[in-house]
């Protein structure tokens, strides 16, 4: 099976649909403008659609499975989520990364989320502690 996603006039995925590889095949192959557009005059364009794009469900192109609201970045080819917090950068693999490394979690402190105001982690324990990551001591210290 051969997906295509929608994207609007923003290149934002608006959804992703499932296409018959013999009709790829049949109208330009993958990963081919030919098939896109075919795959529009089948299927048609949703309210904010604009053009179809083939991604691939294995991350074989476009370096990842497009998702709805993921962009597509038409200079570089690929599919990326959107930039979650102002202060985070992309990588070389198109990734999103923050400032400060994710710490890993313990046994006893888990569900570590990012706090954009002090550019920090934050995570809590099953007592409803509230810990930081401290970048200094590599650990978490009680809020």
Known sequence: MAHFAEID????????????NNDIAANGGEQSEEAANHFARVVGHSFNGVKYIQTSYNNNFRQRFAGAGMIYDTTNNVFIEEQPFASWTLDEN?????PVARPLETDSIKNTSWDEENQRWLA????????????NTLEFVQI
């Open 124 to 135: 809590n324990d099953a007592n409803g502690l509230n810990y930081y990551w401290d970048t």
């Open 94 to 98: 198109y990734a999103w990364q923050p």
């Open 9 to 20: 006039e923003n290149n934002k995925v608006i959804r992703v649909l499932v296409a018959c």
